[in-house]
């Protein structure tokens, strides 16, 4: 392992980096020493390598875990400003460590950074080495709450790890650490006992006081401007909060202060950090970022229609916006296209995580040209009594670089004006393409974007190269320090990673007679067909729809699709299959394997990205398999030994959110609410105990080790723990249901007593995080609110039973908790939330094709989605009935002649025409036969329709009586709200 | 730089060091890595090297000091068990580094190491550049309290000195750390900062807190036996400790419990340690020593007497151990020569820091046969009547081997025997040798004496090879693991550095022939010779005779001198010449270079030993230099801008000792009895006027930035202080005094004020540390009480006007301010403490050659030694007189039949016979007549002799009547206790 250090460090030192010692006070990860995070603010270079040992008291496990310890290894490098092409010095150093990457499996998944306690978040991925995480590689954004100019990257190798899948060890301590000594023998016994301290010894009252001791000096060497020494004891308090966290010493109000006291201390010596540089005159001077490319001026011609080639290349992409860019990007190129001249057959477009290829066919060599008049004077005032041209028809034709004489008449609307037509002569194809290709890349964005070292694009990831051809010609693209070429870049690892091509035609196979796949349903039906037959070979198969969303996801992980079958010893299906498979799928993206009934078979597939070493990278994908599914036994066979209520005690430690406290005050809330929800619910007695204990079970599953290792695992370990305890299975049942749905298009909860704790779940997250301020804003949604929020209405739609739980009241229920815990939640508040509510309705129904106008119609019904569900059901079916049009027309004519602000109610008695009094005698009747749902309703308000019309008909409404004007407008205001609650009979367009 | 860390860790990996990193909390030093401090105890083999970046908060300087830095780097390298060859390693690293080992003068300096808070120590060297300290190297034997089985080799590299030195730069700041970036622009802000928090910033209430929760953490720690995190609190009590110290917040009550404190947890550690690694049954194995020699059993024989060579190889012995060694192993060959009946020539010996060589010419090839005598029996128990052997005679024989007839007799002091005469066989000179030599080295001891990988051998040094020759045959000689053979090593960049000696005649020259000169008084003469004439190249000279010490030293120091002239900046000639000198001569071994008025001259001479570049050593020496002086040049000036009072102030801050307090309560102690002493001393007014200022600032200049660094210039630095600030000069030159003498053969105190303190301040540390218990124990003399018992007498002898101050005097008075303290000083003590300097007075009368007898007869007047030297002289004059021989005979008479316990006394009306009222009439003159000395004495005592003489010839003193017995008894007795105060007659051998 030392050799590895050294190797790193050579590879990294020979590529203009500076060697740092590791942090002489603990740290928990290198990003801590001063080295990164106070070298990345401000606008002066940086390029540094340095070993970190990063200590992490609450993973401490005596030695005894394989894969965790309370000190690992990182190798730390930092390149401030990103070099350009940091992935490819990355991947020199894999090299460097004696790793062939062209037999494994490399790839750069993505992995987004975040420390809120650091004011610090970044992109970028985690790199998998045959399926294993070796490192994580991120593109600094923001450090201590300054947004970070240059950018930096922060590339972090986490070296246990590398050995052990380098030397094909199964525990830390057998990685040969130097020759004769392993890790175990060199570190065990500091590992046994610095975890001894973390989690038994450590004497918790000395460390408190340590916390504060350390937190008061670091705000006294804050005052007195000295950023360094304050940053030391940052980092002293932050060990120290993680001792006694470890320690299980740390409350939920101790955590939610200690924690502001840490990222206001950070914040401001990041601050003071950067005031200090800039004081000092930034001694290292300042980052050179690469200059603009010249915007072109040459443009080549081409003759007759050809094929548009425009590749965007890109670092790797996170899966879900190589499919999004390839629209954006097909929309954009339509939208700019038609805005000129320029003729073109179809565009398509095509994507990898590397590169988003359009195709536009026939483009035509130029555009056509086109008469343009330009308006001057009036004729009147364009020529004076004699004919010539006035001082106004001079100065136009001046201005115009005319003769006067040239001047024409035109009639505009009626009034001649002088004016004279030009011809815009049609540019050529490559010019009009130049810059509409400039701009499809310059407003390219995604739902999070970063910067890197270009000074003015923002994307996802950075865009790295550029291929604009029109048949064999290049097509210029300046975009910022960016320039279209004729070369494509391929695998990292081809011989030939960089090729020229020579024509926009036939790129597709182009690409892939080198390996990449660029159309995204070729690749998936490969993976699909690939997958499958791998399964069959062991007997076995894929289930390709219930594996649909992994199997889209694979499909954007790679350029080319090489799937490889692995297997992991039969022992572990003793384990749940949800374990299994969930680490397979969410940790993995490998795809299970099962057989004919659908019970799970000891293996997988995994798909790797262009060509490998298929057995390297089976063994390489099986180990890590295996490592994870040791861990994930460990837990479970620790769990099993523990008692649900000791797993629910834990969940108290467990901090929810600063304000509303633990996990556990959550779960209480949660039960409380379920119960009073359960009122309006009609139970049946046998549900109503189940309900009972499950809320006093709720979420206790939180407070296992695997939850806490696999949280996507919460009601899923719920249910199995529970059973296995011996509680009723409608509870285990009822505790797996609550946390249903977890994500859109995921299924309801099955039963009443899960329902109502699901809900109940969901409007203490709403009501909770609305009131303390915490909703949604953009792309941030931490607490998947609108998750929450699609969840109330899935499951009030698919329990219409629970319909008398309406939003708001199920919002009022749970708020009445929180203020319970002394948080105010203001009523506005709550109509907040349920508007919000609303909109997802909203967005469902529309998602789901219904029109415009019912979707509308029926959201005054939102707060009750069953009835608002039924109700558009019910439209649907009467939209082609002329009857039942004409009563819409009839409702809406209502509506629409009286002013909003009319009161209903009217004297019959002064109705006395015929048709006042018909239409008074109709709603009368029509009120008593009519209810409140739809289907009930406009069999009854039909009687309506003909009362009305003649009505407006033969009815002055504002009669010159006031007394007779008012009981005319109470009347059709009466029928008016009565109507208003069926549906908004405004919204239909029928 | 960090090439060349990365650099050193490739050298040491690839010799099979383990690499670990630097420690995670701040250590002051490489060494307190449990990488090395736990590691070294206990049997396991260890090998590592890291970098420590040490932090040393008193070093602090804001980074203005261009060599002093809060964290300086170490690169640590910890060899255990000992390979054999360290220093050759650690020289094949300094190649690594890039330097030419055969173009600068590498050098061994000794240099030992302690630590008594972590219970260490070891042997060792400073490793020298070019005169730059570069590393420490040393064979650990001690640590946490424990004698270290096997040997450890620690080598520490000092990076930045090295960098500065290898780049030729001024500045730490101006190291180029990395490509592009210097070690100020990377660290400059951390060292400005860092320095401000450690001298400044930290929060003193804050640290005391932080030091006590350290320290109860380590002490819970050790009680759940965790020794691991038990260190790491150590560690952290140990910087708390260090930062407290830098802000000058530590009393000196404080220190010495914080340090027993710490001394007490870091033994605890290593026991802890120690044992835990044993349960765990010693995980890394058990180091592996190598074996044991062989012992010759085959000799071979020589022709003819030839010179015997033996050559004992030694790395780097300090320099006073080379001379010693040389004498040792000749008295050692000679004692044991003698004990053989081998015959053989002048023995001698020559001996350099790598070597002694011992040549005894004309050796016999064999020792003569020997003949000896068995007795056996009585003959008168021999034989039976019938002249058959007895049984005792035949069982003699038996156990003879031999028949009983061969049995002889032999008359013993008058007594006949029988028994048998055996010839023993001589052996030869090879065998003989063989074992004689072998003895010799297994015998080698020096003051301090150290282990190394063998198991049995202890010496100053390691021993590392034999040679040994008789003519051109090898003699076989095994000690512990070393044989002898006929190889020899000379310089260890030399093109060869392991040669063949064919024969042991003319070895020297052999040497000489390959530049090493073994013999001391011509590298003697040549170190002479050339400093000389490199002087005069400059028109200087080198005061030989004043630099004799040094010379010796410098002798000791090469194997080949090499002298090189270099020069200074004329500038630092503005400093006092004693600081430049003091420089030159202590840190540098330098040769001052003085006009013909003895004022210096920007030059100076260094001796390198062997060849080497001279203008690059030339170019390091000037440059070390250069530093040196800038530092003196910054603490000189600082100190002019600081007030007397300020710095007697700050002493107030250095502990002296544990239980006697700060340096100030020393200097208020000295003050205060010089005082006292001054009673006894009739000064003049003037001189009282100078004692009581002088008095007032004693030593206020260890509170001076000057002497902190150089405390050898203590009193030389306090005479020009005390001088710029304007002090009278006879008080600067009290104080100047009240230093001296500063070791043996150093000048007394010019002055009597002077005086006063000096015998004031050693009073002090007599009475003090004795009564403390911290008296010297065998090699063991911290506080130099020897040399201060030495300068009592000294001072004494060369102040006869003070001789009314008697040694009991001075400590009584001196105890008496102990006492105040609160300390107990019991009258033994002080008795103990009187006995201590009469033995210092002894011994330098016998090594001035004074006559044993004479002597001893003076020492009972060695309370005031002044009185006793001009009794010594008034004696060595009357040796040869008969009247004064007759004189002491009568004297020693009397005393001898006089019984001890008699008193004096007597009733002269008892005493009527002539030769007693003779006796009593000659006494009674005499009483009149003598005083107390010896010049007095004698000439009024001769009258006793023929008295005395006559009184024994004539009188029984044991007469009958018991009242004229005790008359008589009296009279002698009065005799006796009159003449006894003079000196002791008893001793003298006239």
Redesign the interface.
């Known amino acids: 392992m ?2 590895a ?2 190797a790193l ?2 590879y990294w ?1 020979e590529r ?12 928990g990860a290198g990003t801590l020493n ?1 080295a990164t995070v106070l070298r990345v603010l401000g606008p002066e270079p940086w390029r540094v390598a340095y ?1 970190e ?1 990063s ?1 992490r008291p609450d993973d401490a496990r005596y030695g005894e875990n394989p894969n965790r310890l309370q ?1 690992h ?1 990182q190798f730390q490098v930092v390149l401030k400003p990103d070099p350009g092409n940091p992935q490819e010095l990355y991947l020199g150093s894999l090299e460097a460590l004696g790793i062939d990457i062209h037999a494994h499996d490399v790839r750069f998944v993505e992995d987004n950074w975040a420390s809120p306690a650091l004011g610090a978040w970044g992109l970028g991925w985690e790199v998998w080495l045959d399926g294993l995480e070796i490192t994580q590689f991120t593109y600094f954004q923001q450090a201590g709450g300054q947004t970070l100019d240059p950018v930096s990257v922060e590339i972090t190798y986490g070296v246990e790890r590398i050995m052990m899948a380098l030397q094909g060890v199964d525990h830390f301590k057998d990685i040969a ?5 392993s890790y175990g ?2 570190f ?3 590992e046994y ?2 975890s ?2 973390y989690l038994d ?3 918790v009252e ?1 460390q408190r ?2 916390f504060a ?1 350390y937190a ?2 670091a705000r ?2 804050l005052d ?1 401007r ?4 304050a940053h030391v004891h940052v980092l002293k308090c932050s060990h120290t909060f993680n001792i006694l966290d470890a320690r299980g010493a740390v409350s939920t109000t101790e955590r939610a202060k200690a924690f502001a006291r840490m990222r206001g201390l950070a914040r401001e010596v990041a601050g003071l950090w950067s005031e ?2 800039a004081e ?1 005159g930034h ?2 001077g300042t980052a050179e970022l690469p200059a603009a490319v010249a915007a072109p001026t040459v443009f080549s011609t081409v003759d007759g229609a050809r094929t548009l080639l425009f590749e965007i290349g890109t670092e790797e992409l996170p899966p879900h916006e190589v499919t999004r860019t390839a629209a954006a990007v097909r929309r954009a190129l339509a939208d700019k296209l038609a805005a000129t001249r320029l003729g073109h057959g179809e565009i398509t477009t095509h994507a990898t995580p590397r590169r988003v290829v359009a195709v536009v066919a026939a483009v035509e060599p130029t555009e056509p040209d086109a008469e343009r008049t330009v308006r001057g004077p009036r004729a009147s005032a364009a020529f004076d009594a004699e004919g010539n041209p006035t001082k106004a028809a001079a100065g136009f034709a001046r201005g115009q670089g005319v003769d006067p004489g040239e001047l024409r008449r035109f009639d505009v609307d009626g009034v001649e004006y002088v004016g004279i037509t030009r011809t815009d002569v049609g540019r050529g194809a490559v010019e009009v393409l130049s810059g509409i290709l400039a701009e499809t890349v310059a407003e390219l964005r995604a739902d999070k974007n970063m910067r890197w070292n270009d000074p003015k694009l923002s994307f996802s990831r950075p865009v790295r190269w550029l291929l604009a051809l029109l048949g064999d010609t290049e097509v210029p693209v300046a975009v910022s320090t960016v320039a279209a070429g004729r070369t494509t870049r391929v695998h990292r690892t081809a011989p030939e990673p960089v090729l020229t091509v020579d024509t926009a035609e036939g790129y597709l196979d182009f690409l892939a007679a080198h390996g990449v796949v660029a159309d995204q349903s070729e690749r998936r039906a490969r993976i699909v067909a690939a997958a499958g037959e791998l399964a069959a070979s062991v007997g076995g198969r894929v289930d390709a729809e219930a594996e649909s969303a992994l199997i889209d996801e694979i499909t954007n992980l790679v350029e080319e699709p090489n799937a490889i079958l692995g297997g992991f010893a039969e022992r572990y299906l003793d384990l749940p299959a949800e374990i299994l498979t969930t680490v397979m799928r969410k940790h993995q993206r490998y795809l299970p394997v099962r057989d004919a009934d659908g019970a799970l078979l000891p293996h997988f597939v995994a798909v790797a990205n262009g060509s490998c070493d298929h057995d390297t990278v089976r063994a390489g994908n099986e180990a890590v398999l295996r490592a994870r599914y040791e861990d994930a036994s460990f837990f479970w066979r620790a769990d099993l030994q523990t008692t649900l209520a000791d797993m629910k005690a834990g969940i108290a430690k467990l901090a929810f959110e600063e304000r509303l406290g633990s996990v556990a005050e959550r779960a209480d809330r949660i039960g409380a609410v379920a119960l009073a929800l359960a009122a309006d619910a009609d139970l049946s007695e046998e549900d109503t105990a189940t309900l009972r204990r499950a809320a006093e079970l709720a979420k206790f599953d939180l407070g296992s080790q695997m939850v806490i290792e696999l949280t996507s695992l919460a009601g899923t370990m719920a249910r199995e723990y529970a059973r296995r305890a011996g509680e009723p299975e409608p509870v285990a049942q009822a505790l797996f249901d609550m946390e249903l749905p977890r994500a859109g298009g995921d299924k309801p909860p099955a039963t009443i007593p899960g329902a109502l704790l699901a809900l109940a779940d969901r409007f203490d997250l709403l009501a909770g995080l609305f009131a303390v301020g915490a909703k949604p804003t953009g792309s941030s949604d931490p607490f998947g609110l609108r998750r929450a929020a699609a969840g109330v209405v899935s499951i009030l739609r698919a329990h219409p039973t629970l319909r008398a739980i309406t939003v708001p009241k199920g919002l009022s229920s749970a708020a009445e908790r929180v203020r319970a815990q002394g948080i105010d939640v203001p009523d506005t508040v709550l109509a907040d939330v349920a508007e919000f509510v609303t909109r997802r309705y909203e967005q469902h129904l529309l998602d789901a094709g219904h029109p415009h106008d019912q979707v509308s119609a029926v959201l005054p019904l939102a707060a009750a989605p069953a009835l608002a569900d039924e109700t558009l059901a019910e439209l649907a079916q009467r939209v082609g009935d002329p009857d039942f049009a004409a009563l819409v027309a009839a409702l809406q004519r209502v509506r629409r002649i009286v002013p909003k602000d009319t009161a209903s109610g009217y004297d019959p008695a002064v109705l006395t025409e015929p048709a006042e009094s018909a239409l008074h005698q109709a709603f009368v009747k029509a009120q008593e036969a009519a209810g409140a749902t739809l289907s009930e309703f406009v069999p009854a308000a039909s009687v309506l329709t003909v009362p009305v019309n003649t009505f407006f008909d033969e009815i002055l409404v504002m009669a010159e009586d006031p007394a007779i004007r008012a009981a005319r407008l109470g009347l059709l205001a009466a029928i008016r709200d009565w109507a208003a609650p069926v549906v908004d009979w405004q919204s239909l367009d029928v």
Chains 1, 2 share one sequence.
């Open positions: 030392q050799d250090l050294l460090t050579r030192t203009g980096a500076m060697v740092v010692q590791p942090f002489n006070t603990e740290v001063p070993v040992p200590v000190t290894t650490y130097a020759p004769g000594i023998e060199a065990g016994q500091a006992e610095m001894r301290f010894d450590a004497d000395t006081r340590l001791d008061a000096e006294r060497l007195a000295l950023p360094v020494p200090r540089r000092l001694p290292l």
